[in-house]
């Protein structure tokens, strides 16, 4: 059974650094990516970036510029910082294991099969 | 494009069936999963790829998809169905993933 278990500061004020940790339970840390999705209050979900077990990583353009996602393979655990946060970027903030699964005969399907429970960060003066 | 764009309210009769619909460029080349929320709660995997559904999920939960629309389709909905629902898929165009904007499905 895979559990993901995160944690991290919930209160912030504007200019500091986010920072939240997700440990990975069961199941093979190599063989996936590892991502960051957020959700702003009564709003939608937003993919913030992922890692696989190499280190290798990709962001979404819109965050890349204060985004940091770091993976410590020996722990089975990623990390994700965000600097210089504001109050747009108060959210539940969520940990997720992604697949990427080839769909025959030329296409792919990513998606999100194991989730972690959310961490409220609020950012506030 | 990296947009995936979803109907922002849906409503079903208790029993009937009711699809919810995902649109975007990506979805010409890449297949959408499909994800249910309900307030409170970490999101859950129910229809992935062409149709697939994960351990757990009821077979009443089926997904298509067809040219640049991803559907997800309830046969027979259940109060417990009641929940936000959100598509993603790997943009077409960059290294990332894009999510729809959410339909909130209503159980009458």
């Known amino acids: 059974q895979v559990q993901l278990q995160q944690w991290g500061a919930g209160l912030l004020k504007p200019s500091e650094t986010l920072s939240l940790t997700c440990a990975v339970y069961g199941g093979s840390f190599s063989d996936y990516y590892w991502s960051w999705i957020r959700q702003p209050p009564g709003k939608g979900l937003e993919w913030i970036g992922e890692?696989?077990?190499?280190?290798?990583?990709n962001y979404s353009p819109s965050l890349k510029s204060r985004v940091t996602i770091s993976v410590d393979t020996s722990k089975n655990q990623f990390s994700l910082k965000l600097s210089s946060v504001t109050a747009a970027d108060t959210g539940v903030y969520y940990c997720?294991?992604?697949?990427?699964?080839?769909?025959?005969?030329?296409?792919?399907?990513?998606?999100?099969?194991?989730w972690g429970q959310g961490t409220l960060v609020t950012v506030s003066s | 494009s990296s947009e995936l764009t979803q109907d922002p309210a849906v409503s079903v009769a208790l029993g009937q069936t009711v699809r919810i619909t995902c649109q975007g460029d990506s979805l010409r080349k890449y297949y959408a999963s499909w994800n249910q929320q309900k307030p409170g709660q970490a999101p859950v995997l129910v229809i992935y790829?062409?149709?697939n559904r994960p351990s757990g999920i009821p077979d009443r939960f089926s997904g298509s998809s067809s040219g640049n629309t991803a559907s997800l389709t309830i046969t027979g909905a259940q109060a417990e169905d009641e929940a936000d629902y959100y598509c993603n898929s790997r943009d077409s165009g960059a290294n990332k993933v894009v999510f729809g904007g959410g339909t909130k499905l209503t159980v009458l």
């Open positions: 890692i696989n077990h190499s280190g290798s990583s």
């Open positions: 790829g062409k149709n």
């Open positions: 997720a294991r992604g697949q990427w699964l080839r769909v025959p005969p030329t296409s792919f399907v990513k998606y999100f099969d194991y």
